[in-house]
């Protein structure tokens, strides 16, 4: 991928004034410009495979779909776009399934006005971006695992049985679910029940403090 003269950007945050936010401050520079907004992660993947864009920024908390969760939905459906997860969490966890589920970046709200830029440029250049502690986290997981022999363990969970749980949290039935995955809800209740049997869980309580474990929602 060449280094595109004018980096166009799809900004995915469920938060309108945090968009307007981000917006000013990548409109402002020459080189960047923010071509369409979505408010969750779900409408940011129908925008980014319909629409002609170099950069995605998904926040990492939105309804329907996670920005990490539709990072894996773009990378399932083949897309080559660049994305940056952006998250009001310095969390380890968070970055390192971002790095897992294939962005080029994880920038933190609270320095954004700092990093977000750098981090745009070097995601279109083909670099990673990390932030500080992001990268003592990086390094630690490395020497553990090479001090332990160990590899980094599976997720239990397919990509599309996360997104199930995380509607199944939100409080969505099964013939919602179904709607808005386009699946049957046969399909639904055979991914509940998959849910249910790897996790050793009984019920939709259970499985909602599991998801705001994982971060697919918020507590």
Request: hydrophobic letters at 45%.
């Amino acid at each position: 991928m060449a280094t595109p003269l004018n980096t166009r950007v799809l900004l995915a945050d469920d938060h309108s004034i945090v968009r307007s936010g981000l917006r000013a401050v990548l409109d402002a520079e020459p080189d960047i410009h923010v071509e369409a907004e979505a408010k969750d992660g779900m409408e940011a993947v129908e925008m980014a495979m319909t629409g002609a864009f170099d950069l995605a920024i998904l926040d990492v908390s939105m309804p329907r779909m996670t920005g990490l969760q539709a990072t894996t939905e773009l990378r399932r459906r083949g897309s080559s776009l660049r994305v940056l997860i952006l998250s009001v969490h310095d969390n380890e966890q968070y970055f390192f399934e971002a790095l897992r589920s294939g962005a080029s970046g994880y920038v933190l709200k609270s320095a954004a006005n700092r990093d977000l830029v750098d981090a745009c440029r070097a995601a279109i250049r083909g670099e990673p971006f990390l932030y500080p502690n992001a990268v003592t986290a990086l390094v630690r997981d490395y020497l553990d695992q090479a001090r332990q022999g160990e590899a980094v363990p599976d997720d239990p969970l397919t990509a599309r049985e996360l997104q199930v749980v995380k509607l199944i949290a939100e409080g969505y039935s099964s013939d919602r679910i179904a709607s808005e995955l386009v699946i049957s809800r046969k399909t639904v209740g055979h991914h509940r029940a998959n849910v249910l049997e790897k996790l050793g869980m009984r019920n939709v309580a259970e499985v909602t403090r599991y998801a705001i474990r994982r971060g697919l929602i918020e507590p």
